[in-house]
């Protein structure tokens, strides 16, 4: 059994994962602040060596100076900064002892007190021969250059100490920024695919519906918020599809409205006949022949039989019934759909067409004949009881070129047999703002009460149906064309 976890814990472990984030950046803070403090007393300690080694280099100057001059300015410098390299060592001991084995700085102490006992046995007031002086200045050199031979060789051991801590503190904190940008990544990433996805998801589902696309949720998520949502969402559009079927049968039963007014026009004139022949027949019985009395039964049986023909034609658009395929002759097909308007026709509004005989279409004939009512019936609307209604097909063959494609909406194919056909109207047109919307479902620039918004959506889904497609042209003021695309054959097994 799949165990439903919560959002609510995700995003908890988010902000724990957040919180593990920041406790790694107050320890990097504090790994960079205690690397520095090191770095600083190790600079300090650098700055004391140098310091040593300048003066042991001061001491070498004054000493040659005096060997030059003799001069007891140069004798007392000298003695001074053997007196401060001395002190340094003395004070700052462990700073060398760090930097150069203990031995070192024993030799280094023992050095300095053999140099200044040399240099005060070699003062100016020391009695002294020439040679005994010769040898104290060699003895002197000697001593001095390993002085600042040590000297220069801890001054360059600290400099290695201080790089090698700056290479170690900026390895160190790279790595750090580098963990911790992948920390971050994958927490992202993490709560991405647990929260952020599906909740995109959702928008996405939320914006189609706006757009008036039925389609149900489906987030592969086991949160238990999100898999409500989801419930909801669905039982919504399952409403929502309920709801439009019910209002579908409303525009049904308003489009029978229609034909039962055409019909009751249609009516009217076989029943006129057979009235009237009967009347002849009862004024002339027994007494015309009986040829007459057969003339007068065939126009009663011909009338009865374009009565009933009538009546069929308005059930079978009553009836609900699956898509049914039959080869159907586009002319008879348009002309039955202005009959069964003519109760909705103006006089003032004159209906013009130019379809050729024998553009056949495979089609379900009630399904298609409710979208022409339709198209009549925004025509009619549109025109306020005066204008003009143009209808015109033309059968031919969709070539590869670019400048056939029209902007339809629908399940148009290229390199298919086609019959297009035209509605064209003198109407008040459709604002080029509104067009891209005319065909989404419940849209409708009717007033309220006047119109469901479905009438054209129900025209776009029956042509898609029959793999066709349409295309509206208007400019406001000047009248409406529809233009429709429907394949002359179309194979059983396509049909939906």
Do not use: W
Not at 80 to 91: P, R, S, T, V
Not at 267 to 280: E, G, H
Not at 391 to 400: E, G, L, P
């Amino acid at each position: 059994m799949k165990i439903q976890s919560s959002l609510r814990q995700k995003i908890t472990f988010g902000y724990y994962g957040y919180y593990a984030m920041a406790a790694l950046v107050v320890g990097l803070s504090l790994f960079t602040f205690m690397e520095l403090r090191l770095i600083e007393g190790k600079i300090n300690a650098g700055t004391r060596v140098t310091e040593f080694f300048n003066t042991t280099l001061e001491i070498r100057r004054f000493e040659k100076n005096y060997f030059l001059y003799r001069q007891e300015a140069d004798f007392r410098e000298n003695m001074g900064y053997i007196e401060k390299a001395q002190a340094l060592i003395a004070q700052h001991g462990q700073d060398f002892n760090e930097l150069t084995a203990p031995s070192g700085i024993a030799h280094l102490k023992s050095n300095l007190l053999n140099y200044r006992l040399l240099m005060e046995k070699y003062a100016p007031h020391a009695h002294i021969s020439q040679a005994q002086n010769e040898q104290l200045e060699a003895r002197i050199r000697s001593i001095g250059r390993e002085i600042v031979n040590d000297g220069e060789r801890i001054s360059n051991s600290e400099r290695k100490v201080l790089q090698t801590s700056l290479d170690r503190a900026r390895t160190f904190l790279f790595g750090y920024i580098a963990l911790l940008a992948l920390a971050m990544v994958a927490i992202g990433r993490t709560l991405s695919k647990m929260v952020v996805r599906p909740l995109r998801h959702m928008e996405s589902c939320i914006i189609g519906l706006s757009d008036g696309k039925l389609e149900k949720m489906e987030i592969d998520s086991n949160e238990h918020e999100i898999v409500s949502i989801t419930h909801a969402f669905n039982h919504m559009i399952e409403e929502l599809e309920q709801r439009q079927q019910c209002i579908t049968r409303s525009e049904k039963l308003a489009s029978m409205g229609t034909l039962l007014s055409g019909v009751a026009h249609e009516l009217n004139n076989p029943l006129s006949n057979i009235s009237s022949s009967c009347q002849i027949l009862q004024e002339e019985i027994g007494q015309a022949d009986s040829s007459f009395h057969r003339e007068m039964l065939d126009q009663i049986d011909d009338q009865t039989n374009r009565a009933r023909n009538i009546v069929r034609s308005l059930l079978d658009f009553a009836r609900d019934r699956e898509f049914k395929q039959t080869d159907i002759e586009l002319d008879k097909l348009i002309a039955e759909s202005i009959r069964f308007s003519k109760g909705k026709i103006s006089p003032n509004v004159t209906i013009i067409c130019d379809i050729p005989e024998k553009i056949f279409i495979t089609a379900d004939k009630q399904r298609l004949q409710q979208a022409f009512l339709n198209l009549l019936q925004n025509s009619l609307d549109a025109m306020d009881d005066r204008g003009e209604i143009r209808i015109r097909a033309v059968k031919h063959f969709v070539s590869a070129s670019p400048k056939d494609a029209i902007a339809f909406h629908g399940k148009c194919e290229q390199h298919l047999e086609v019959v297009d056909i035209e509605i064209k109207d003198t109407g008040m047109g459709i604002a080029e703002d509104v067009q891209p919307r005319i065909f989404d479902p419940f849209f409708t620039t009717k007033d309220v009460g006047k119109g469901s918004g479905l009438g054209l959506s129900i025209v776009h889904d029956i042509i898609e149906q029959h793999f066709g497609c349409i295309t509206v042209t208007s400019a406001s003021g000047h009248g409406t064309t529809f233009s429709i695309r429907l394949p002359a054959q179309i194979p059983p097994s396509q049909f939906i």
